[in-house]
């Protein structure tokens, strides 16, 4: 079992949709969990990160983290083809150590 | 504007020709991480450093890859011989190691071994 898990994908939306992107992780010890998009040959950036369970709100983005289902996951409102990238799941590994695990990726198609 | 800086950009050799690949973390980071990205395997995690420390470098080849920082400013990653199945884009990342723990990343090394 991978540690940090992701559906590949693609996931396609049409404009003005709501995506919604799923991760799961194998360590219960996890604490931070992190979300990056990576566009086509271009390095990964960070969006937001979460480390409370709940959902936390950052503009048309919404992380939420549920511990006791080891499950992580990032919606984002109002999609626009430019949030055609891949989104990389990230997880800090056992023990807080900062070793920042990540997932493979979901491709997120947005049609106008 | 504060980010992390990595060379060579890009970087065509031969097979068993050595390699080395630089990153200037973010003044003042002091965690780094060297990750290796493919289309099969994604992002996998080389090694990291802490305060120029390595703390974990059990994902990387020992016998021809090694991970240095020497000093704050700078870390490399050799490769010694380089081998076909090395291609690939190197990403060197930095974060404060402290608080959330996010990790800020470089533009990557695109390598190529022919």
């Known amino acids: 079992q991978k540690e940090v898990e992701q559906n590949s994908g693609p996931l396609s939306v049409p404009e003005g949709a709501i995506a919604s992107l799923n991760c799961t992780y194998s360590?219960?010890?996890?604490?931070?969990f992190f979300w990056y998009r990576q566009y086509s040959g271009k390095s990964p950036e960070l969006i937001m990160f979460?480390?409370?369970?709940g959902d936390k709100e950052d503009g048309r983005f919404t992380a939420q983290l549920n511990k006791a289902s080891q499950y992580v996951s990032l919606l984002i409102r109002d999609s626009q083809p430019s949030d055609s990238a891949t989104y990389l799941c990230a997880v800090n590994g056992a023990g807080n150590t900062g070793k920042l695990i990540f997932g493979q990726g979901t491709t997120l198609q947005v049609k106008p | 504007d504060a980010r992390v800086t990595q060379t060579p950009r890009d970087k065509v050799t031969e097979m068993g020709q050595e390699v080395t690949m630089r990153c200037q973390p973010i003044?003042?980071?002091?965690?780094v991480f060297w990750y290796r990205q493919t289309m099969m395997q994604g992002l996998e995690l080389l090694a990291y450093f802490r305060n120029r420390a390595p703390l974990d470098d059990s994902g990387m080849p020992k016998d021809r890859f090694s991970a240095e920082m020497p000093d704050a400013t700078l870390a490399t990653l050799k490769i010694q011989p380089s081998e076909p199945r090395d291609s690939a884009v190197y990403f060197c990342?930095?974060?404060?190691?402290?608080?959330?723990?996010?990790?800020?990343f470089g533009q990557g090394t695109r390598l190529t071994v022919v």
């Open positions: 003044l003042g980071h002091n965690t």
């Open positions: 990342a930095s974060g404060l190691g402290q608080g959330a723990f996010e990790a800020f």
């Open positions: 979460i480390y409370s369970n």
């Open positions: 360590d219960r010890g996890s604490q931070s």
